[in-house]
């Protein structure tokens, strides 16, 4: 049950896109749809943006989405703005239990 | 509106227990699953394990399997997670997430419960 590989850190300026990325095997991201990813901003709980891959709960901008090919989900903002300055994680089913990603600190330059 | 209210911070020895409950309001409890996930001092989410609050069946994570109990009690929709045989490294912001159900995904959280284990 090892956690999966995602980037320490990323940046962007406003305006521009970024995409993180999150590396497993196929017993998790590989084998199934249900990877989800998570902004969580200092102090406060995580917030889902992204499940299933690519589909966003209400009230979430388009701006953010997400895709996988085999065994690595990604997910990509566009139109960075100041608020989405904030720590990304990912997450995937894999079978009885689940497993994050290691985080990733988004910063807007 | 729906949502999960955690009880408050903790100080234990090592060796101790820890009980953390999370209370759920806004929806029909027994209808959802319930997963606990851990957060220590400036690291990642650490999924622990989840809960049935329907028929109380349970599923953990290796790491903590034997050392960790996670219950309910429907007349109160109040789910608890029990920790034993505390270390230090199990200092950490502990977390209630409700499942989706529909999918796999966690859509309301809790605030978080601070647990510190310290001699």
């Known amino acids: 049950q090892s956690a999966l590989t995602q980037p320490r850190s990323v940046s962007g300026s406003p305006g521009q896109s970024v995409t993180i990325s999150c590396t497993g095997t196929s017993s998790d991201v590989g084998g199934y749809n249900y990877v989800s990813w998570y902004q969580q901003h200092p102090g406060k709980a995580p917030k889902l943006m992204i499940y299933?891959?690519?589909k966003r709960p209400s009230g979430v901008p388009d701006r953010f989405s997400g895709s996988k090919s085999g065994n690595t989900a990604s997910l990509t903002i566009s139109g960075l703005q100041a608020e989405d300055e904030a720590d990304y994680y990912c997450?995937?089913?894999?079978?009885?239990?689940?497993?994050f990603g290691g985080g990733t600190k988004l910063t807007v330059l | 509106q729906v949502q999960l209210v955690q009880s408050g911070a903790e100080v234990k020895k090592p060796g101790a227990s820890v009980k953390v409950s999370c209370k759920a309001s806004?929806?029909?409890?027994?209808?959802?699953?319930m997963h606990w996930v851990r957060q220590a001092p400036g690291q990642g989410l650490e999924w622990m394990g989840i809960?049935?609050?329907?028929?109380?069946?349970?599923s953990y994570a290796q790491k903590f399997q034997g050392r960790v109990t996670m219950t309910r009690d429907t007349s109160t929709s109040t789910v608890y997670m029990e920790l034993s045989s505390l270390r230090s490294e199990d200092t950490a912001v502990y977390y209630c997430?409700?499942?989706?159900?529909?999918?796999?995904?966690?859509?309301?959280w809790g605030q978080g419960t601070m647990v510190t284990v310290s001699s």
């Open positions: 806004g929806y029909t409890f027994t209808s959802y699953y």
């Open positions: 299933d891959v690519s």
């Open positions: 997450c995937s089913y894999a079978g009885s239990y689940r497993v």
């Open positions: 997430a409700r499942d989706t159900t529909v999918t796999d995904a966690f859509d309301i």
């Open positions: 809960i049935n609050p329907s028929g109380g069946s349970t």
